[in-house]
């Protein structure tokens, strides 16, 4: 019988350039990245950046046009599947961009999409705020007329790379609008960053609170049409959520490749550890939630290349993060178990993960709120939609 995840030939030489780039060119540096607390040398982020321009793996989905790759959503989480193998979000490094900004006018396209996808420039999302997480309707940065233009107020928490971006996509309510994106550049006056929090994991970004006061923006900083925030971001949640997902797939088989060579070579007793149910049952349980995992992730890539009812790729992309969120921490939680006191240092993968994969059941949407998207499609959809 065929394996339900099918690649193509092509997407099978793809998932292995990616293999290789990560096994050659990320993985070396996690140690110093952990010991730097995610931060790396220019040199080596400048040489991690070119590797993956030339392997051709920067820029993903974007349009080939614009510097992308112009990949199927297949192949998106076929590479990214091995992303998730790295810890550190070293990754992260890969130039890539924003699925909104695909929205954005051919000026925005030349002026922030090609310069990311070169490795030259860096969006960050500013979405959340102090009280207002996955509900937009809590957002309070607004957006009033100025003349041609709009005047930008607001605070915006936990913003991913909002440290080193050279502008921010910026969620705000518009005056006679409503929820619109608009893209605001960093060193515009106004805009400050007033807290940089530490926070568990070790990656090459922070996620500051960035404050707008009275930023004034031209019309041109409007990305898509006004009032369509929710629309464009629709998008890129599933997209995001399907990447967290594909990340912790990826996560799991590293996690498990390890614990298993771990396992099978050390002895306690007399015997391998691997021969003791103690340790063997829970990898086996391990192994059951990283497979289904899998199935998930890679039956929503395939609905979404097959222009399956958005909706239902939506309510899909949410089941797919909420298991394999909460599965990749709970493999990690073993695999630690595992390795016992060397499972607790920080120079194995195996407690790097552990911290690492924590926020992945709480950023994009908690699996609290995946529950609530899950359940409200069970209702609108019908179960057999949502679960076959």
Known sequence: MAPLVQLSAEQELLADRARRFVDDVLLPHEVAAEQARGRLPTEVVDRIRAEALAAGL?????????????????????????????????????????NVLGAGTAEQVERYLVPSLRGTASLS?????????????????????????WVIDGEKWFVTSGDVATAHIVVANAEGHGPTLFIVDA??????????????HSFPHGHPTIRFTAVRVGPDAVLGDPGAAETLQQAWFVEERLGIAVHCVGAMGRLLEEAVEWATKREQGGARIIDHQGVSFPLADSAADAAAARLLVYEVAALADGG????????KASLAKLFASEAAYRCADRVVQTFGGRGYVRTYAAERFLRELRVDRIWEGTSE???????????????RTVIA
């Not at 399956?308 to 309510?315: E, F, I, Y």
């Not at 709120?369 to 179960?383: C, D, W, Y």
């Open 58 to 98: 920067a820029g993903g989905r974007h349009p080939v046009e614009h510097g992308g790759q112009g990949w199927s959503t297949v192949d998106y989480v076929a590479v990214h599947e091995q992303f998730g193998r790295c810890t550190n979000g070293l990754w992260w490094w890969i130039p890539d961009a924003y």
């Open 125 to 149: 999302y500013a979405v959340t705020e102090e009280h207002a997480g996955s509900d937009p309707s809590g957002i309070l940065t607004t957006a009033r007329r100025d003349g041609d233009g």
């Open 187 to 200: 060193d515009r006056p106004g805009v400050s960053i007033v807290d940089d929090p530490p926070f568990t």
């Open 308 to 315: 399956a009812d958005p909706k239902v790729v939506h309510a």
């Open 369 to 383: 709120i995946q529950r609530l998207v899950v359940s409200r499609a069970l209702q609108r959809r019908g179960v």
